[in-house]
């Protein structure tokens, strides 16, 4: 199960150097000069979880795997893009195939680095790329809905429900709104998402600041955050500049230089986490003596869409799922003492999973 989120942002925001940091290579190039990257570079990174390494301990698990999501460097977007500027047919192809955006917004001044627009303005960054989403994703309606009215006004039911949804995003986008905005029913969510529409899809606003700034921002990410507040959106402050340089460091120096810098831990594992939540995941968890592994469903998943992620065969043959809540795991030291308390659940096949579910499914082969 792959979910992917697009890192996406004017060119020299600091896409490329976060994308570095993420994967831990210096795959994407980071170079001061619009459209340094030209194909999305792509980077499965794992999902930052202690509760996987307390577990693992409990069990005495041999080896430990987490579960992963992917992030897509995306090349910058300038003004116009909407109309084929600058990269725009590329960039607008690359983010219809994400999940979720990571929007970079730059929030630090540095006289070495160039700017597209000649100025720092996060909030008008954020419109800018916000713009040419919403133009391309109405000029798309718009050539779509025209056949679709026909069919509807000659009775095509399906066609009528569809319109229906299209209609729906038409109003927003034409109001100057994104599609996301759009108040859905929960059987419409899923066939909405399907209609391709980049403003649908949710955003994080990564507020990229200076190294001096990296634990409590500064004043122009601040003004960013109040922004994303009133998106009701979700914002992470973060240097990528001091991602990177954790990234290239030997794991055993990284905690004194955390600490130097009041960090508690890198604001990649705060990254990563958000776009986890953004994309509406959660973790379960299989563990034994041979591993300790966490899995990824959506939220909302039964314990059979639970075993299906692990082999399709245990989703087809599914007959229950043996759970025991993370909480009562640790507080039991493991299976047996789960058990001994009383924590030890069959679930069958409408059992919505929790995050944090140990898990083990019994199915007919």
């Known amino acids: 199960m792959g979910f992917k989120c697009g890192i996406v942002g004017l060119p020299n925001v600091g896409k490329s150097t976060l994308f570095n940091a993420l994967t831990?290579?210096?795959?994407?190039?980071?170079?001061?000069?619009?459209?340094c990257t030209i194909e999305p570079?792509?980077?499965?990174?794992?999902?930052?979880?202690p509760r996987l390494d307390t577990l693992a301990k409990i069990a005495g698990s041999q080896e430990i795997i987490p579960t992963r999501i992917t992030f897509v460097d995306i090349a910058g977007l300038v003004r116009g893009a909407s109309k084929?500027?600058?990269?725009?047919?590329?960039?607008?192809a690359n983010i219809r195939e994400v999940d979720a955006v990571v929007h970079v917004l730059r929030c630090f001044e540095d006289d070495d680095i160039t700017h597209v627009d000649g100025k720092i303005d996060p909030i008008a960054d954020a419109e800018t790329v916000e713009t040419e989403l919403m133009l391309a994703d109405l000029e798309s309606m718009?050539?779509?809905?025209?056949?679709?009215?026909?069919?509807?006004?000659?009775?095509?039911?399906?066609?009528?429900?569809?319109?229906?949804?299209?209609?729906?995003?038409?109003v927003l986008l034409r109001d100057g709104k994104p599609a996301r905005l759009a108040e859905l029913t929960p059987e419409e969510r899923a066939p909405y998402s399907q209609l391709g529409l980049m403003t649908a899809k949710p955003v994080l606003y990564v507020l990229n600041v200076e190294?001096?700034?990296?634990?409590?921002?500064?004043?122009?990410?601040?003004?960013?955050?109040?922004?994303?507040?009133?998106q009701g959106a979700k914002a992470?402050?973060?240097?990528?500049?001091?991602?990177?340089?954790?990234?290239?460091?030997?794991a055993a120096d990284r905690g004194d230089f955390l600490?130097?810098?009041?960090?508690?831990?890198?604001?990649?594992n705060r990254l990563i986490r958000a776009g986890y939540e953004l994309l509406g995941l959660l973790t379960f968890f299989t563990v034994g003596p041979k591993e300790a592994r966490a899995w990824t469903v959506t939220a909302g998943s039964k314990a059979p869409q639970a075993a299906g992620v692990i082999h399709t065969d245990f989703e087809h043959g599914f007959?229950?799922?043996?759970?025991?809540?993370?909480?009562?795991?640790?507080?039991?030291?493991?299976?047996?003492?789960?058990?001994?308390?009383?924590?030890?659940?069959?679930?069958?096949?409408?059992?919505?999973?929790?995050?944090?579910?140990?898990?083990?499914?019994?199915?007919?082969?």
């Open 211 to 230: 190294e001096g700034s990296a634990a409590a921002g500064n004043s122009i990410s601040a003004r960013a955050e109040e922004m994303a507040k009133k």
């Open 24 to 35: 831990q290579t210096a795959a994407a190039q980071a170079a001061n000069y619009p459209f």
């Open 259 to 268: 600490d130097s810098l009041g960090l508690e831990e890198p604001g990649l």
């Open 142 to 170: 718009e050539k779509r809905v025209l056949p679709l009215e026909k069919k509807a006004k000659g009775g095509d039911k399906d066609s009528k429900e569809l319109l229906a949804l299209m209609t729906k995003a038409l």
């Open 41 to 49: 570079n792509v980077g499965d990174v794992a999902v930052p979880d």
């Open 319 to 365: 007959i229950r799922a043996e759970t025991i809540a993370y909480g009562d795991y640790v507080a039991g030291k493991g299976e047996a003492g789960a058990r001994e308390a009383g924590k030890f659940r069959l679930e069958g096949k409408e059992y919505v999973v929790q995050d944090g579910d140990v898990m083990h499914f019994r199915f007919n082969t």
């Open 84 to 92: 084929g500027e600058g990269l725009g047919n590329q960039f607008l």
């Open 236 to 250: 992470v402050v973060i240097s990528a500049k001091i991602e990177e340089e954790i990234a290239q460091m030997p």
